[in-house]
Nanobody
């Protein structure tokens, strides 16, 4: 069974930075595509960024140039570096992968004050 555990959320002022981490409990982590999603109150859960096992990345247009997804396969961890944060980035951020079925972490709250 795969477990994902996020950390690193918090309260930050607009223009600030945060780095989210997601640790995975699976030996084949390096082969898995990992993703970050976010869900604001009353909104659907939307894709933020993905990274394949080979390191190819994809970003939603709203975060391009501000957010960077990366991974450390030895540590079985995926990161989301978030710079130039805006109030509209406020959401619960979820780590995701697919291993026989979609797997989600518990989420970490990011709040950006104006």
């Amino acid at each position: 069974q795969v477990q994902l555990v996020e950390s690193g959320g918090g309260l930050v002022q607009a223009g600030g930075s945060l780095r989210l981490s997601c640790s995975a409990s699976i030996s084949i982590f390096s082969f898995l595509t990992m993703g970050w999603y976010r869900q604001a109150p009353g909104e659907q859960r939307d894709l933020v960024a993905t990274i394949t096992g080979g390191g190819d990345t994809n970003y939603d247009d709203s975060v391009k140039g501000r957010f960077t997804i990366s991974r450390d396969n030895a540590e079985k961890t995926v990161y989301l570096q978030m710079n130039s944060l805006k109030p509209e980035d406020t959401a619960v951020y979820y780590c995701n992968t697919y291993f026989t079925k979609p797997v989600w972490g518990q989420g970490t709250q990011v709040t950006v004050s104006s």
